[in-house]
């Protein structure tokens, strides 16, 4: 068990290429496709946040199809809420939190970590 913790805790996760940074204007979001498609956003102070891009209640996409405001979302079409720093469900219908992951900036690209 104690090999198996260590082995997990070691493990690297990998870098994928999401866009430039003048590429999402602050207050936007986008979606990354992929195996797994990933909402980007971009809060009004600039910072960089990534969730799984599909609404926990429908089949919905939050990076194509969502208002961002501040560091919530809000998924069009039944009004759910969730916070893109964690992924939490705030309101009803969602109950279900959102995956998220984390963002790293270098020389002007922005990269989610998978």
């Known amino acids: 068990m104690a ?3 260590k082995m997990m805790s070691t493990e690297t996760k990998s870098r994928r290429f999401a866009c430039v940074v003048d ?3 602050k207050g ?3 979606t990354i496709p992929g ?6 956003y971009r809060n009004d102070a600039g910072d960089f946040y990534a969730t799984a891009d ?4 429908e089949d919905w996409s ?12 809000t998924c069009p ?11 939490k469900a705030l309101c009803f219908p969602a109950t279900i939190a959102l995956e998220t992951f984390g963002v790293e ?4 690209k922005v990269y989610i970590l998978t």
Not at 54 to 57: E, Q, R, V, W
């Open 105 to 108: 900036i270098e020389d002007d």
């Open 62 to 73: 939050l990076g194509n199809d969502s208002d961002l405001e501040g560091n919530e979302v």
């Open 54 to 57: 599909i609404c926990t209640h």
């Open 3 to 5: 090999e198996r913790q």
């Open 77 to 87: 079409l039944h009004m759910a809420r969730f916070d893109i720093t964690s992924g």
């Open 28 to 30: 936007e979001s986008m």
């Open 35 to 40: 195996d797994i498609a990933i909402a980007l």
């Open 23 to 25: 590429d999402l204007a």
